[in-house]
């Protein structure tokens, strides 16, 4: 199960309604092993594309620094899909190298950068098998120890 703040959930929905009609995409990173998304990272889609994300390299590479710098790692790997339902695609299980992460999908098909609602929906994908998660959305993290 993933568990998440109402403000980290928010914000995922909010930076995929902004980049809409192109796909969104960033990091959550928390404490490492904690399975704890607790600081998010908007990436910039270097592909620029409504059907397919993908990281700058530079970036990412950067990220990586910081986060193994912080003692974290990628809880959350998310993106929006603007045309197709929350659903990984076949490129995304290809893409899907984080084998502890939760990756997100918003979906904002129905409404686009408008008010209403997104399809929200996490999975945990390893070696190519997909797993849908249920999704806790909590007031706020529960203080560790």
């Not at 960033?26 to 270097?46: F, K, Q, T, Y």
């Not at 893409?95 to 945990?124: C, I, K, M, Q, W």
């Not at 190519?128 to 560790?144: F, K, M, Q, R, W």
Request: net charge negative.
């Amino acid at each position: 199960m993933l568990t998440i703040s109402r403000a980290t959930y928010d914000a995922i929905v909010a930076h995929a309604k902004r980049d809409h009609p192109d796909e969104a995409c960033g990091i959550v990173a928390g404490p490492e092993g904690s399975d704890r998304p607790e600081r998010l990272i908007e990436m910039v889609n270097a592909a620029g594309s409504p059907t397919f994300y993908e990281f700058d390299s530079t970036d990412l590479l950067h990220l990586y620094k910081e986060m193994d710098a912080r003692d974290e790692e990628p809880v959350v790997v998310y993106h929006s899909h603007t045309a197709t339902e929350a659903y990984p695609s076949v490129t995304d299980v290809k893409l899907a190298g984080e084998p502890n992460a939760h990756y997100v999908l918003v979906s904002t098909r129905e409404h686009g950068n408008a008010d209403g609602p997104v399809e929200f929906r996490s999975f945990r994908i390893v070696d190519g098998e997909i797993t849908e998660e249920e999704i806790s959305v909590v007031a706020a993290l529960s203080p560790v120890g």
